[in-house]
């Protein structure tokens, strides 16, 4: 493969331990530019660990790691962003009583001046901020309004633009929508988006199915350390996608085991048990059932 058809980063069969926990094992994943690749997985999948390794906070134990081609070993985050390859957490690194401007350029001022006379560059900032912004398509009042007047669709907006201007070439979405209501999460999405047109690989991680298949390219599935695989949408109905990640078939073989449990504690005279057993086999298959009606809504 030439590196001019290679991916953006490429893992092989990375695998990740702290002590006797597997946080990883044997996970395989790629993106390329003008891609999204979503990275899903309820809660304790193992997402964090692996944007962790990805971002160069963590080395893996196993496997290997390539950045257009050439196998790469992070010892920092520092060494990532040197790559092209910008993470924007939850939190977002932003301080919300300072202004967009400084935000967008937080640990990388722009100065004037000479010697005791350097100054923080406002004018420089405040342009540079307008132009990124309105390129993901925020038009922004005032770049000297605070940061935390911004709706979390708009702080956002202005982490994924900051990462853009520094150079990322591979952007990482630790769980944007998460706290966001629909209106807002739509906002993101429409970012994402944005950064795909851009020509941009996005790693878009997050536990919301229809988030991700709203956007995605290709969709990677972790559960506990390990993947089912990577599809794309003609591979991988949405159904199917929630199905895996909500663990529904196991839900269901809980529902007939304590149906069992119920059906042998009342032969064995346990009425008691066996009712609350059966109350609680009941819930769960309700809980499919409206599980389902979302679905198909």
Same mark, same amino acid.
């Given at each position: 493969m030439s590196q001019n058809s290679s991916p953006l980063i490429e893992m092989r069969n990375i695998s990740k331990y702290f002590g006797s926990v597997i946080a990883l094992q044997d996970v395989s994943m790629e993106v390329n530019a003008g891609e999204v690749m979503c990275l899903l997985g309820d809660n304790g999948a193992g997402k964090s660990t692996l944007i962790k390794t990805?971002?160069?906070? @963590?080395?893996?134990? +196993? $496997? @290997?790691?390539?950045? +257009? $081609?050439?196998?790469?070993?992070?010892?920092?985050?520092?060494?990532?962003?040197?790559?092209g390859i910008a993470t924007v957490y939850q939190d977002l690194a932003m301080i919300p009583l300072m202004s967009i401007s400084r935000n967008f350029f937080l640990g990388s001022e722009p100065t004037t001046g000479w010697g005791v006379f350097k100054r923080f560059n406002i004018g420089f900032a405040d342009r540079v901020a307008r132009e990124e912004m309105g390129k993901m398509g925020i038009d922004i009042r005032d770049p000297a309004q605070p940061v935390g007047t911004l709706s979390g669709g708009e702080r956002q907006c202005v982490a994924i633009a900051r990462a853009v201007y520094f150079g990322a070439k591979v952007l990482i979405l630790d769980e944007p929508t998460a706290a966001l209501g629909v209106k807002q999460a739509g906002v993101v999405l429409r970012y994402v988006a944005q950064a795909r047109a851009r020509n941009l690989g996005v790693i878009l991680i997050t536990h919301n199915p229809h988030h991700a298949y709203a956007v995605g390219d290709r969709f990677t599935i972790l559960k506990r350390g390990r993947t089912f695989g990577t599809f794309t949408k003609t591979e991988l109905a949405r159904e199917e996608m929630v199905r895996m990640m909500s663990g529904a078939d196991e839900l269901d073989a809980l529902s007939h085991e304590l149906a069992e449990f119920a059906r042998t504690d009342a032969l064995a005279g346990g009425e008691e048990a066996g009712e609350a057993d059966r109350q609680l086999a009941q819930a769960l298959e309700k809980s499919e059932e409206v599980f389902s009606q979302g679905m198909e809504e």
């Open positions: 990805l971002a160069g906070v @963590h080395l893996p134990d +196993e $496997g @290997h790691y390539f950045v +257009e $081609g050439k196998e790469v070993h992070f010892n920092s985050p520092r060494d990532a962003l040197d790559h």
